[in-house]
């Protein structure tokens, strides 16, 4: 079965650049949440779409951006690094409704040098 | 705004010992419960949930838990654990479609 991938699994940016993550959710989803996982840490929610549209907004900085388009996929745009945003970066997906369950992707590990 | 709760940070174990751990939630309404495990350097995968229902439920791996509305509690619990266990298990809460809330994990250590 055809499971969320993230792209690219591994990124390595140097303090002030930007970086763009992407997430393909599982065909038929129409919800796409990130999370951003510290190390050490649980998993903190960024923010969410549905249908296109930003649904929830969690602790995601101003420097961060996202969007989901058209086919559904979603990008995650990370401006002005910081060390701090070193992180596993998870995309989940789920088809809206009561009684769902968010899937994961494999994250994309991002180290800021 | 929900939150939730995990009492053990770390637990550490021997094989064929039982395990319980523990996992509290704060919401008022109507809420879906899920217990996802990652294993060391990989993606959050599912163990179980509860949407409705029989309260006691079963998952993956041998791994049940029990949802005590009464308690805001979803326990998560096996009877004999293995050296493959060792992981990261979050609790993690949800209300009818908006994003999970997540536990503070518990760093499982099983010795062989």
């Known amino acids: 079965a055809a499971g969320v991938i993230q792209s690219p699994r591994h990124l390595i940016k140097e303090k002030r650049e930007t970086a763009t993550l992407k997430c393909y959710p599982i065909?038929?989803?129409?919800?796409v949440y990130w999370y951003q996982q510290g190390p050490g840490q649980d998993p903190q929610f960024l923010i969410s779409f549905y249908e296109k549209m930003q649904s929830d907004k969690g602790s995601i900085p101003d420097r961060f951006s996202a969007q989901q388009f058209s086919d559904y996929h979603s990008e995650l745009n990370m401006s002005s690094l910081e060390l701090g945003d070193s992180a596993l970066y998870f995309c989940a997906s789920s088809s809206r409704g009561t009684n769902t369950e968010a899937f994961f992707g494999q994250g994309t590990r991002l180290t800021v040098v | 705004a929900q939150s939730v709760s995990q009492h053990n940070h770390h637990v550490i174990l021997s094989e064929a010992a039982s395990l319980e751990l523990g996992c509290n939630y704060s919401y008022g309404g109507t809420v879906n419960l899920f217990w996802y495990v990652q294993y060391p350097g990989q993606h959050l995968q599912l163990l179980l949930k509860?949407?409705?229902?029989?309260?006691l439920v079963k998952g993956i791996k041998g791994f049940e838990a029990e949802f005590i509305k009464s308690k805001f509690s979803f326990n998560l619990r096996k009877p004999s654990v293995q050296w493959s266990d060792t992981a990261e298990y979050f609790c993690a809460v949800n209300n009818a479609g908006n994003m999970l809330t997540f536990g503070g994990g518990t760093r499982l250590m099983v010795k062989p």
């Open positions: 065909p038929r989803h129409d919800t």
């Open positions: 509860y949407f409705s229902g029989d309260p």
